[in-house]
């Protein structure tokens, strides 16, 4: 239905593995290189050349590289000189700029906006609507909900650029903005629209504007089984490589 | 000028109504009803396909209804196995996912993002950039305004989703967040940038993070006026039923 | 690589200056008039009809103008009717609706969306996702940054559309809301998710829900050099007119 190869585009110089699927309306760009039985949706263009493309004549597109088993869904932009891991996962007008290296398994969401220059580590989640500005650093499993916003100049306009810090597993809830330079620890769950200007230990939940420690998020009651559903991955497995053998076993096996 | 046939795709299983009028590089996809008298902007895709279809060699889209009169604006995104009512209009890159029910006369502004699996009755207008979760139950003539989030998980990541339950009349304020379960009653009115994580009773503002009762809405003193400006039907009629009429009278006839 | 001319369409009453590079899958609709050396990206439109088009039989385009020297990034959307200077430029998905007047060397990141009925002075830089409502004023050298939202209704739903006005050189941070009829003094600076109703004066830096001023921007201290940072137009000249010569003599110059 989706995939009638009706105003496709794809460069001479683009390498796409077996069983490669491109929407109508998409164009592959110069030095693309995408893995096995990834599937490309409509209206998408991947490579997408950076700024010097428009000013020098001899403009070479840097390479751009998705992962096996990808899905990028419509009208999603991704620009050249990207390096994206395996079984990545779209929403729809996803933005991301040059010179991101993205793990594998991420998802990210709708209308979210990577300005480039930043790191995700594996299976991290961004919903809908998340803006990462550059020099951004995120571990692995962190998941970031919409309108969360990560900043990188402490006196805008300035010339400085310091993105925040992010360790394993940590939670930023819709609405939250990280400024510039700020570490948070592993674990940390940030609440919805706090401003975060700290840096935030291990474990602790921050909540507010400025935001500001509460709690040890294993402190936390859930009104659903009166006890804390931190640390989340004992109490979470949908698409986690610990699925089936629970997080004890599989960190035993995969990080001691 | 925008209605010129190029590179517009209908599926042989889509069913347009009378005067239908479809936009440039826009695909209408297998099993999309369109009622009289709807345009379609250039861009758009209506009906696109539920994740089964990346999984399923068997799959057939769902029906997706979108009423007579509507307007969709360009770049739209409307999955299959929504319906939606008469006189419908959008903004641009509107991305609507599937099983949305949505009653007659909606607006939906320009980048909201409706993940799906809620409802809206009638007469609502959400503008720019709303976001509204799944498992959300919204009434009639609730306005919404922009990046505004309806959440659904309130132990983030979980496997419980719950939305928002919004009751006819009531106004949501920029930049505010709905948590999830929570509860807003009639004719009530969400601050600015308000973090809304208890019920509200009717007719009450609310506002800051968290957010707290802080008046009655009829207690309210327009500067313009000298006198409230709440309840609102009372003093806004553009594009609302008891135009002309007034509100009373047309409670009167229809509500009573 | 982006410059095809594949399923490109120009209006035979647009008028394009010399040199000009229109990408592919991108419309310029009637009355468009584009500036020499301009370069409109792949799946733009620029020309977009207003709202008389879907229902007046003799519809004319009004006039758009988009000044020499610009660079419109892809699937942006113009609306007929506004005037945009020299050396304009956008990110991807920007939306710009009709009557809006802006000056030169503006530019307007990602997503963001420009409801019409506006004006930008000179220079003035909107990054990602900033939402300008109608009958907003905003003058030169003023720097706004994501998620922040220009509102215009004092009691929503009215008739009443009364924007912000924002003077010479102010900065408004990340995810903040300006409410209606607010003013904005010169080199104000407006914290990070600041809610802005009432006026502020220059100098002045203002956070908070509601914001409140804290402290004149020239007495903030940088952790970096130990002195302030504002005014900033001392201390950052990338991109802007008093590049090489310093603010002083170029305000001496053409201010004075």
């Not at 220059?117 to 499993?141: A, M, P, R, T």
């Not at 509460?214 to 109490?235: A, C």
Request: glycine share 10%; with cysteine; aromatic share 10%.
């Amino acid at each position: 239905m989706k995939f009638n190869n009706w105003n496709v585009h794809i460069s001479p110089t683009a390498i796409l593995g077996k069983n490669v699927k491109i929407g109508d309306d998409t164009s592959i760009l110069d030095n693309v290189v995408i893995g096995d039985n990834a599937i490309i949706c409509n209206n998408c263009i991947i490579g997408e050349p950076i700024s010097d493309y428009y000013e020098d004549p001899k403009y070479t597109n840097p390479k751009t590289i998705i992962g096996s088993g990808s899905l990028i869904r419509s009208h999603t932009i991704i620009y050249s000189g990207s390096t994206i891991g395996n079984h990545f996962s779209t929403g729809h007008r996803v933005t991301i700029r040059e010179n991101m290296k993205i793990g594998n398994h991420c998802r990210i969401g709708t209308l979210s906006d990577l300005q480039g220059f930043s790191e995700l580590g594996d299976y991290c989640w961004l919903h809908s609507n998340v803006h990462i500005g550059q020099q951004s650093k995120i571990g692995n499993f962190v998941f970031i909900y919409p309108y969360t916003v990560f900043t990188n100049d402490p006196h805008p306009p300035s010339n400085i650029c310091i993105g925040p810090t992010v360790d394993d597993y940590t939670q930023i809830a819709v609405g939250a903005i990280l400024l510039p330079r700020v570490k948070l620890g592993k674990h940390v769950l940030v609440g919805a629209q706090a401003v975060v200007g700290k840096d935030v230990a291990d474990y602790q939940l921050v909540v507010g504007n400025p935001a500001k420690p509460i709690k040890d998020v294993r402190d936390l009651i859930s009104r659903e089984t009166g006890k804390s559903h931190y640390p989340w991955p004992y109490n979470f497995e949908r698409g986690m490589p610990w699925k089936d053998i629970g997080f004890d076993k599989w960190e035993n096996i995969h990080h001691k």
